[in-house]
């Protein structure tokens, strides 16, 4: 049976992604030798990273002056990497999530956090809005999507500062105007490649403002001068992701991709709004694009269990939601087919038939 992967991360891949992958896991740039098993300094892998680094260049508009990185760690290194890099005094965040949360706690380790606004109190089902960023922070750091809470800024925010934002479940599913921020990194195995790397875009200028030492891991202008080459950086992960930069640049760019998913999420929020028994948990004007959060109406709640066995049954994998929100939780990253979310509200329809 034809399974639909809803994971929310690590997640579904492109199969232009996967196959080449795996063929390069066979013979790598008919080199005859395995892509696990070669230099990263050969001649061919390095064309594979520069190429990543231009596709992604090219996919968002970078402009001048900034710099693409594929480094280790997670996005969670980078919680501490953006403040010892660019906290000098003060920052602003924005308390939307679990990773927010995270990232904050990280940030106090280097100087004064003002958490502008958060919505801890409604179990994080809303971005806040009506905040104001002092003008003396050194920056403003959200996390644009809120990958287990299900909402998402899908802007770049008009404030006085320069930005800094966790893109690790919505990178390359919009336009960005990338000029607004100074750092805008992301895991990758959203909407990227397999886990292992993370992409960092990070503004030039940006760097050499803060007073303490930095170490040399840690410090964004050694994986700079170093092309991303300081360690051995994570091979398989980035030789996947140059696969996906392709199949985005084919598909028609970035562009392109956010139709496909506004098309997708429409469907599955419309199946949502106008069901007897599901409802959505994000607030209507912040629903996600990439995660669909959803439960059963209070007078349905014991048929949680129920649905979840009906929808495996029928192939769909991935759903149970995250225990901070229960109910379920549908991951429709970039490379998710508009056949899977129809199969999964057909899914759902029928369940509701039946109920
Ligand atoms: N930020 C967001 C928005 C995430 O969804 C995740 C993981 O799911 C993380 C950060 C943490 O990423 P990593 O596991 O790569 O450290």
């Known amino acids: 049976m034809k399974k639909h992967n809803f994971y929310a991360g690590p997640s579904i891949l492109s199969e232009y992604t996967i196959k080449n992958t795996a063929d390069a896991v066979l013979n790598f740039a008919d080199t005859g030798l395995s892509l696990l098993e070669i230099s990263h300094r050969s001649k061919e892998f390095t064309a594979v990273i520069e190429e990543a680094k231009t596709l992604v260049k090219e996919l968002l508009e970078v402009p001048a002056g900034y710099d693409v990185l594929f480094l280790g760690g997670g996005a969670s290194m980078q919680f501490c990497m953006v403040p010892y890099n660019l906290l000098n005094r003060k920052a602003a965040y924005l308390e939307t999530g679990t990773w927010a949360v995270n990232a904050i706690k990280e940030a ?48 770049d925010p008009d404030v006085n500062v320069p930005l800094v934002a966790d893109m690790s479940s919505d990178i390359f599913s919009r336009p960005i105007d990338v000029s607004k921020y100074n750092v805008i990194y992301a895991g990758a195995q959203k909407n990227l490649a397999p886990a292992g790397v993370t992409i960092v875009i990070v503004k030039e200028d940006a760097l050499g403002h803060v007073d303490r030492a930095i170490p040399t891991m840690l410090d964004y202008r050694t994986h700079i001068k ?115 979310v129809e199969a999964l509200v057909a899914t759902m329809k029928e369940f509701e038939k039946k109920h």
Do not use: W
């Open 108 to 155: 106090k380790l280097f100087g004064e956090v003002d958490v502008v606004a958060s919505s801890k109190e409604a179990n994080f089902s809303y971005i806040p809005k009506g905040y104001t960023i002092p003008d003396d922070v050194d920056y403003f750091h959200f996390t644009s999507n809120n990958t287990i809470y299900g909402t998402e800024m899908r802007f």
């Open 226 to 340: 170093k092309g991303s080459m300081f360690n051995t950086p994570p091979c398989l992960p980035i030789y996947s992701a140059l696969q996906t930069l392709k199949y985005y640049k084919e598909m028609g760019g970035i562009k392109e991709m956010e139709k496909r998913d506004l098309e997708k999420a429409a469907i599955l929020y419309d199946a949502i709004d106008s069901s007897k028994i599901f409802v959505g948990t994000a607030a209507h004007e912040d629903r996600s694009i990439m995660n669909v959060c959803f439960v059963m109406k209070e007078e349905y709640k014991d048929l949680e269990s129920e649905f979840i066995e009906f929808a495996s049954s029928q192939g769909m994998v991935g759903i149970k939601g995250h225990r901070s929100v229960g109910g379920f939780r549908a991951s429709i990253y970039n490379a998710m087919p508009k056949s899977s």
